[in-house]
């Protein structure tokens, strides 16, 4: 194996690969170092232990809440449900190892080269890999893109010891479940995994110390999540944060601070932790060779560059949103960048955000509270999923399609939705955002119908005071 590279990568996350193989492509000699096994490296936390295995499982949560709720009614009549939650997680793992497999595959198809071990910055063009054994060596290179990804985080009180506290990890593994299970945080890891657990039969309790469900999205959204969730016999508190856990107890025994500052004890047999993540920076020698690094994150510009020359950073390590796709679109920019042909910056003004939960949540640019913030003039447009028919034959009628514009000019400024698979209608406003496009040139195409996307375009209609179906 040469010990020259042009770039080399550290992480195989969805960040990570996508850079090397894109570099890779542009005829730089590349190399991607991963220190995780096959099945939690290459692929990294979204392939092994995050987005795909809980997406497999929110698929058969969806199937299970179906069958009970609507299969009579669409003229399914289901013998009783039984459930097998071990199932559910042997095929999500089954996804898992086809799509790291995959991945291996294409970085040996695109000639990256694969070196197992640790990596760190020992310098100005080069790279120290410490092998499971130990044993050190240096590999040069012009240029180093960190993509070491993140990990779960949690508090003191409610550290994670695999049994009674766990993480996402923990709980996409599963093999037993409890009867009664408490979820701290609902952010748009909390919410997915209160709609598997429920689906399957679990009482769940969702704690969130903030305002709403999905705190970080219109209010709107969260609120009317929490309606729907309320209705499928999800216990929601929001404003709520958790103060102690008796582990000894029997059940154990969560004390929660309510809103008005009265304690409540709530009796679980599980908590599961989901208040978010923090980076992978301790042990790169990021600072000791002068690369900035802010409140963990490595510091970035548009192109994905620090502050020192030839050392890049993508992914969740270089700072919010902490989302796979920001990695994987980061990480073409840098290798771009970094051959000389990039045409595009990274505009983090225009990136979708989405919870796959049921019904689900998408976003993409600004709310209008934000617009105005900005200087705009804003008008808004809201459509209803329930006097939409695609809606109706799914069975799938809650929710609503919200979307924000220039008063004057029309350019459509962002779009807030909550409904059955409004993941797939983001893009759409996305591209508008890029575009620069207006309400008028989006219900200037004709939308197929029946369709979910019609849904944004009955919105735009709205918002020009043309509504249609309403």
């Given amino acids: 194996m040469s010990e020259t590279y042009d770039v080399v990568v550290v992480g195989a996350g969805p960040a990570g690969y996508v850079c090397a193989i894109r570099a890779a492509q542009l005829g730089l000699r590349t190399a991607c170092v991963e220190s995780g096994s096959y099945e939690g490296g290459l692929g990294g936390t979204c392939l092994n232990w995050g987005c795909i295995p809980a997406k497999a499982l929110l698929e058969s949560a969806a199937l299970a809440h179906n069958l009970q709720h609507h299969g009579a009614r669409m003229g399914v009549k289901p013998v009783e449900v039984e459930y097998d939650f071990p199932a559910a997680v042997k095929r999500s793992r089954i996804i898992t190892r086809k799509l790291t497999a995959g991945v291996k595959y294409l970085l040996g198809k695109n000639r990256v080269d694969i070196v197992q071990g640790r990596g760190r910055l020992a310098g100005a063009g080069r790279v120290a890999v410490e092998s499971e054994d130990g044993e050190t060596r240096e590999?040069?290179?012009?240029?180093?893109?960190?993509?070491?990804?993140?990990?779960?985080?949690t508090f003191p009180g409610f550290e994670l010891d695999g049994e009674k506290v766990i993480g996402s990890r923990e709980a996409l593994g599963l093999q037993e479940l409890p009867a009664k299970m408490?979820?701290?945080?609902?952010?748009?890891?909390?919410?997915?995994?209160?709609?598997?657990?429920?689906?399957?039969?679990?009482?769940?309790?969702?704690?969130?110390?903030?305002?709403?469900?999905?705190?970080?999205?219109d209010p709107e959204i969260g609120n009317a999540l929490e309606r729907s969730f309320r209705k499928r016999g999800i216990r929601n508190l929001t404003n709520t944060r958790v103060k102690h856990l008796d582990r000894d107890a029997s059940p154990m025994v969560l004390t929660v601070v309510n809103p008005d500052g009265s304690e409540t004890a709530e009796e679980t047999d599980l908590v599961l932790m989901a208040v978010g993540r923090r980076p992978v920076t301790e042990n790169l020698d990021l600072e000791k060779n002068g690369v900035a690094v802010e409140d963990g994150f490595i510091r970035i510009d548009e192109w994905c560059r620090t502050n020192q020359p030839g050392v890049y950073a993508i992914g969740d390590v270089a700072g919010q949103p902490m989302l796979a796709h920001v990695g994987?679109?980061?990480?073409?920019?840098?290798?771009?960048?970094?051959?000389?042909?990039?045409?595009?910056?990274?505009?983090?003004?225009?990136?979708?955000?989405?919870?796959?939960c049921h019904p689900e949540v998408a976003s993409i640019g600004m709310s209008a509270a934000q617009a105005e913030e900005a200087g705009h003039e804003v008008v808004t447009g809201k459509y209803p999923l329930g006097a939409h028919g695609r809606a109706l034959t799914a069975e799938s009628a809650d929710g609503f399609v919200k979307i924000v514009a220039d008063a004057k000019y029309g350019e459509v400024l962002g779009v807030h939705m909550i409904g059955h698979n409004v993941s797939e209608l983001v893009a759409e406003v996305g591209m508008a955002r890029e575009?620069?496009?207006?309400?008028?040139?989006?219900?200037?195409?004709?939308?197929?119908?029946?369709?979910?996307?019609?849904?944004?375009?009955?919105?735009?209609?709205?918002?020009?005071?043309?509504?249609?179906?309403?």
Avoid: C, W
């Fill in 182 to 217: 408490a979820i701290v945080g609902a952010g748009f890891v909390g919410v997915e995994f209160a709609d598997v657990f429920n689906a399957f039969g679990v009482e769940v309790t969702l704690i969130e110390a903030l305002d709403t469900l999905v705190p970080f999205e």
């Fill in 139 to 153: 590999i040069a290179t012009r240029n180093v893109v960190f993509a070491t990804g993140s990990v779960m985080q």
């Fill in 328 to 356: 994987s679109h980061e990480g073409i920019v840098a290798a771009e960048h970094i051959a000389g042909v990039a045409k595009h910056p990274m505009t983090y003004g225009n990136i979708p955000s989405v919870g796959y």
């Fill in 435 to 470: 575009l620069e496009a207006t309400l008028d040139e989006i219900v200037g195409h004709a939308h197929a119908h029946p369709s979910m996307a019609e849904a944004v375009m009955e919105a735009a209609f709205a918002a020009l005071g043309r509504s249609i179906h309403m």
